[in-house]
């Protein structure tokens, strides 16, 4: 064994390539998704959606509506109940997409705004109703110019968080032999899950259980009780399966508030599912942003200074920032910074978190321009970076709690072939084909949020854990099952985890890929609790083999907990609970902030095994790092870019399963390729609507359009973050992938391609 190996304790699955624990569920279309509970008496909900940006509704005219058969009940700002604030001081309880509540006034902020909500028998009679609801607007010019908004438009002052700096810009500026200034944009982008947003709410008296498809139940719980002036205890939210997410289920958005006012009002279930075109207005998007980036280097290709502005832009009716400079600050050691983002208020949709939020963006603009400079520099890209790597946060000046970007350069560079690349731009063909090879770099913070988690040992030698987190198609079942597993040292069938309920233990939102770093330590020392119980019924216990041994002497294996250094002397889970007829024993872990320190046989039994002492983000600084390297094909007369190759090293701590995690990475990348060749919401430049909004128009990467995806995984734990040594994958492999590809693309044509996404025309 590995000292690795002996500070976990877990080495029997957790690691392992595990088919998930639920596929079967899935394929064979048993799970169930929030729209398909199959409640008695259900009836159906329709949005009706404002068709324009800016304005009032002047009248809404139900009338040809309501006769419809079937119509059991239209709301509108004329007849909606009143609902309550979401705004909230903090993210304790929910967090609200916008601060705006739908059906309280007369006011369009933007395209696409919920006016109105219809219930009927059926789908079809409620989606006819809404047709037939006759609505006029006094319309007024709406804003949605990004050039024009952030000269003309309210602004939004985001506050002094977002507009870091160190040392001195302009003289480093003055001083530094190579220097670049260019601008890169990215457009509208939204998250398209193959499941859209839905809900179905059901009143019992005065207590409301909401299934919805959800990243965080407990904060949906907190919003619908807000919302409806109910306690959080009379709300219950389930979310079962998730069919992605991307950060657009993560905020809550106002719909299941009209699922729920509609399902009192018919005092029935209400089943609201949005539909694709509905799903482009309703849960956020990825904002359009101008970077500017301004960077000088000395002659040793040093990183003298560094200045990120950020254009971009949020709602008139929320608040967001999209952080692009953030990341900027953190990934290269350069002693003069300034990063400043600009935010103008226009009428569309509230943008929201999707994959990556401020790294994504923010690392294609920054990526591409580092590439810029390595050019002008004349060195290597990945040379340039290693000269410029940041031993520790060049910000907060913290040690990282864990690092290996420069491994994840080499080893990704090594599997691509890196050493054989030409660097001259146009250099490299294939017959007419022009080829090109990039790479860039990638990061994403490491987050661990407080979860709480409880494990039963049941007395037939089953086990149920459980935890209210999410399964966001990512492997939440399959890898809190094998820590269990690994954990009680029991085969995984034996195990059951349950999640996505709001009457489990407390969990955090599944976001800022936080879930396994924040949720498997919980489950780990919950079974270690109850394992802990049991050790403590047989050590007390004259008929068992263990009667009078001490605690410390003692470990749980293969089902069984026996004394570490006599293996033979021991009982089964289920002997010692038979025999005192208990039916299970459990225990539940409730940290009440990230320091909370749990009891750990595993730190009591094997020596050198570190206690949970949460993540110390006082004393460390938590990222994750990794490099793309990509190879571009590009036909030189039809300018249309195919990736061909993909290589990606990461550095995100201990790997929990090898298969989720690749497939995690595999769908990054993916959505990376979409940011870089395909995805654009257009608005319509009279009217600013959004004219994209289907998915034939919006194109997202299909089979075709996949390269060979190599990902490697540095596997380098992180202790200081967890006890397990995991860091979250979510959102890390998406970051880079935009800016190598656009590298690819300068490497292959000789052009830099500034404005995403890289379609044909910007070739030409
Ligand atoms: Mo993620 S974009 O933080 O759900």
């Known amino acids: 064994m590995t000292s690795t190996q002996d500070r976990t304790n877990i080495q029997q699955k957790t690691g392992k390539d595990i088919s998930r624990v639920d596929g079967k569920l899935k394929v064979t279309g048993e799970a169930c998704y929030s729209a398909e509970f199959p409640l008695e008496g259900i009836a159906h909900g329709y949005l009706i959606q404002s068709t324009i940006a800016r304005g009032r509704i002047k009248a809404i005219d139900t009338s040809k509506a309501e006769q419809l058969p079937g119509v059991l009940a239209i709301l509108t700002h004329k007849n909606a109940p009143k609902l309550n604030s979401l705004e909230s001081g903090d993210f304790s309880s929910g967090h609200a997409g ?37 609505i006029t607007y006094e319309t007024e010019e709406p804003v949605f110019d990004l050039d024009k908004a952030l000269e003309q438009s309210e602004k939004y002052d985001a506050g002094e968080r977002l507009q870091p700096s160190r040392g001195d810009v302009e003289t480093a500026l003055k001083q530094a032999s190579v220097t670049i200034e260019e601008t890169y944009t990215t457009p509208l982008e939204h998250h398209n899950p193959m499941e859209t947003s839905a809900t179905i709410a059901e009143w019992n008296d005065d207590e409301l259980t909401v299934y919805d498809s959800t990243q965080w139940v407990m904060g949906t719980r907190g919003m619908l009780a807000k919302g409806l002036g109910l306690p959080e205890e009379k709300v219950r939210v389930i979310s079962h399966f998730v069919g992605g997410g991307f950060g657009c289920k993560g905020f809550f958005w106002t719909h299941p508030l009209l699922a729920a006012i509609a399902a009192r009002k018919v005092n029935r279930p209400v089943r609201l599912m949005l539909t694709r075109q509905q799903m482009f207005s309703a849960c956020g998007h990825r904002p359009r942003t101008i970077q500017k980036l301004t960077l000088a280097a000395d002659d040793t290709g040093k990183l003298t200074a560094i200045r990120h502005i950020t254009n971009t832009e949020t709602s008139f009716v929320g608040d967001h920032a999209e952080p692009c400079g953030m990341t900027t600050t953190l990934l290269y050691a350069c002693p003069n910074l300034e990063v400043k983002h600009n935010i103008a208020r226009v009428n569309i949709g509230t943008p929201t978190p999707m994959r990556g939020p401020g790294e994504t963006s923010g690392t294609y603009a920054l990526e591409s321009a580092i590439d810029e400079l390595a050019y002008k520099a004349g060195i290597d890209p990945v040379e340039f970076r290693i000269i410029n790597h940041a031993d520790r946060h060049p910000h907060s000046d913290k040690p990282w709690s864990s690092k290996n970007l420069i491994e994840c350069y080499r080893r990704a560079a090594d599997a691509f072939g890196w050493q054989n690349r030409d660097p001259r731009p146009g250099s490299m063909r294939d017959g007419s084909d022009l080829i090109g090879w990039g790479m860039a770099t990638a990061t994403y913070p490491g987050y661990r949020f407080p979860a709480a988690a409880k494990a039963q040992i049941l007395a037939n030698g089953r086990v149920v854990v459980s935890s209210a987190t999410h399964d966001l198609g990512t492997g939440t079942y399959t890898i809190m099952t094998q820590i269990a597993a690994d954990t009680l040292g029991l085969p995984i069938e034996q195990v059951k985890f349950e999640l996505g309920d709001t009457k489990l233990p407390q969990a ?15 489950v780990r020392s919950a079974c270690e609790a109850a394992a802990l119980k049991l050790i403590e019924i047989a050590i007390a216990d004259s008929e068992s083999p263990l009667y009078n041994h001490a605690v410390e002497d003692i470990i749980t294996e293969q089902g069984r907990i026996f004394v570490a250094n006599s293996p033979s002397v021991g009982e089964t889970y289920q002997e010692v609970l038979q025999r005192h007829n208990l039916p299970f024993v459990e225990a539940q872990v409730s940290p009440q902030d990230k320091g909370a320190r749990y009891k750990s046989i595993a730190a009591r039994t094997k020596p050198g095994i570190a206690e949970d002492e949460g993540a110390d983000s006082e004393q460390f600084a938590f990222q994750s790092f990794g490099a793309h390297f990509a190879e571009v094909r590009i036909n030189p007369r039809r300018h249309q870019v195919k990736v061909t190759r993909m290589v990606g090293a990461f550095d995100v701590g201990r790997i929990l399963n090898q298969k989720t995690a690749r497939s995690q990475v595999y769908g990054g990348i993916i959505f990376g390729i979409g940011m870089a060749l395909m995805e654009e919401t257009l608005l319509d430049p009279h009217s600013g609507r959004v004219i994209i909004h289907n998915l034939a128009d919006y194109h997202v990467p299909i089979q075709a359009d996949i390269p060979q995806i190599e990902a490697i995984f540095v596997e380098k734990p992180d202790y200081h973050l967890n006890p397990l040594g995991a860091r979250g994958i979510g959102e890390i492999s998406t970051t880079g992938v935009a800016a190598a590809v656009a590298n690819a693309v300068y490497h292959a044509t000789g052009k830099r391609v500034r404005d995403l996404p890289i379609t044909p025309d910007k070739l030409l």
Do not use: K, M
């Open 98 to 134: 916008e601060n705006f509540l739908p059906l309280q006034s007369d006011r369009v902020y933007f395209d696409g705004q919920h006016i109105g909500i219809v219930v009927a028998q059926t789908y079809e009679q409620a989606r006819l109703a809404a047709s037939l609801t006759e």
């Open 508 to 522: 955090p939102v599944s976001g800022g890929s936080c879930t396994a770093a924040s949720v498997s330590p919980a």
